[in-house]
């Protein structure tokens, strides 16, 4: 119960304790405290931003869908209509193609029957030089009226 | 137990010295053997059982506080940063509540003494006799456990504040603004004479009111914790009469005990919040 020199030491004893406090306890937890709380707050900003950017993504993948969408029915009626030019050029070429095959159709079916009408007419001159010749033979021989024969095929 | 030769008031009184190293009258330096001696060796002596636990404490305090803040990190804390934290932010909270001025070191300050003094009452709860008869085996005669009990823990403590009263009232007033507060009121009037007349009144007032800062932190946290070990003692008597009235004691230890567990915890935020208050009242201008 008596006031001596240990009053001395506990003021030295606690100027010391409350130094050592301020310079190693306090500072240093305060600072992490602070580094959290901004960290929290910083956080919190981030989901924030977050979810407004996912609703402006949100937002932004309608507006993707539906141009995408309006492409696609652009595309499939253009496909549509090309389909349709290329079946009308086919048509056309086919008419074409055909008109033409037809042409040369005609065109060789007439030499033809002008090949078979030569071959005829020389076969039926022959025939009649034959005949002729049959004829002329009992009378006269087919050197001496070779002229005549050619003249009546020409004519033929 | 105190033995059964020690009569009771020899028993309150070997509980209530301190072990004391010091100057005997007759010259020589060592450890008083009695509480006589003790008195005699007057101012140049030390109580080395309340330095030894009020060190100790305070350095367990520090130890792993500052174990905790070398660990802090801004991710998840742990158990013991945890607690740390949350008496930090308890104690920031008090000093941001009555603390309106800037300055770094009263937020350290109020959590040293709310931790320490808490600590050194903590000592009241564990049974008297316990560690003072751990210490008879050493061959320690005395052993005042708890430093709050020892008014020059208490008055250290109390004028380590009243010095940062003053510093701090000096130093953000100047001189001039501190003797003013002392002088000018709580009296003062237009007329400069009757001013005059007042100052030694004025002074008379203030002086007291700031002289009893100190001294009353000091004695309300001393008086309780002393009450308080006083009523322990005197209940650890009753085990030397007979067992009803042991069993009794034993009953009557555990309510104390109990209810000293508010008392010590409420004592350590009350003189916390004082030295805030009161540094708040230095830093603050009329």
């Known amino acids: 119960m008596n006031i001596n020199l240990t009053l001395i030491g506990q003021l030295l004893a606690f100027a010391v304790f409350v130094w050592f406090t301020m310079k190693f306890v306090w500072t240093p937890i305060m600072a992490a405290l602070e580094t959290r709380k901004k960290e929290i707050a910083d956080g919190l900003a981030a989901a924030e931003r977050g979810q407004h950017e996912q609703e402006l993504a949100k937002e932004r993948a309608k507006d993707v869908l539906h141009e995408a969408k309006a492409q696609a029915a652009e595309i499939v009626a253009q496909a549509q209509k090309r389909a349709a030019e290329i079946i009308d050029e086919s048509k056309d070429t086919a008419r074409v193609e055909g008109e033409r095959i037809i042409t040369a159709a005609h065109a060789e079916i007439e030499q033809e029957a002008n090949r078979a009408r030569e071959q005829l007419r020389e076969k039926i001159g022959l025939l009649a030089v034959t005949g002729a010749e049959k004829i002329l033979r009992k009378e006269i021989g087919t050197d001496a009226h070779q002229d005549i024969v050619s003249a009546l095929a020409k004519e033929i | ?286």
């Open chain 2, 1 to 286: 137990m105190a033995g059964d030769t020690l009569t009771s008031s020899g028993y309150i009184k070997h509980h209530l010295t301190n072990l004391t190293f010091g100057k005997h009258p007759d010259g020589s330096w060592g450890i008083a053997q009695s509480a006589a001696e003790a008195k005699e060796m007057g101012f140049w002596a030390i109580h080395v059982d309340t330095m030894f636990w009020s060190i100790g404490l305070g350095i367990f305090f520090l130890y792993f506080f500052s174990k905790a803040a070398k660990q802090a990190t801004a991710g998840v804390p742990g158990g013991l940063q945890n607690f740390v934290e949350w008496l930090v932010d308890f104690v920031d909270d008090s000093v941001r509540g009555s603390f309106s001025g800037r300055n770094a070191l009263v937020a350290p300050l109020a959590l040293t003494i709310f931790v320490w003094i808490f600590l050194q009452n903590l000592m009241d709860l564990v049974p008297v006799d316990v560690i003072p008869e751990l210490a008879k085996l050493l061959g320690i005669h005395y052993m005042k456990v708890v430093p709050s009990t020892d008014p020059n823990a208490t008055f250290g403590m109390a004028i380590g504040v009243f010095i940062l009263v003053l510093f701090y009232s000096i130093k953000i007033k100047g001189v001039g603004g501190f003797a003013g507060e002392l002088t000018l009121q709580p009296f003062s009037s237009n007329n400069t004479l009757v001013n005059i007349l007042f100052i030694p009144v004025n002074f008379v007032l203030e002086f007291v009111s700031l002289i009893a800062k100190p001294i009353s932190l000091a004695l309300r946290l001393f008086g309780n914790m002393y009450a308080g070990e006083m009523i322990f003692i005197l209940i650890a008597i009753m085990y030397n009469a007979g067992l009803i009235l042991g069993l009794f004691g034993g009953v009557l230890q555990l309510g104390w005990a109990i209810f000293h567990i508010l008392i010590i915890t409420l004592q350590a935020f009350i003189f916390m919040t004082l030295t805030i208050v009161y540094l708040d009242m230095a830093h603050h201008e009329h």
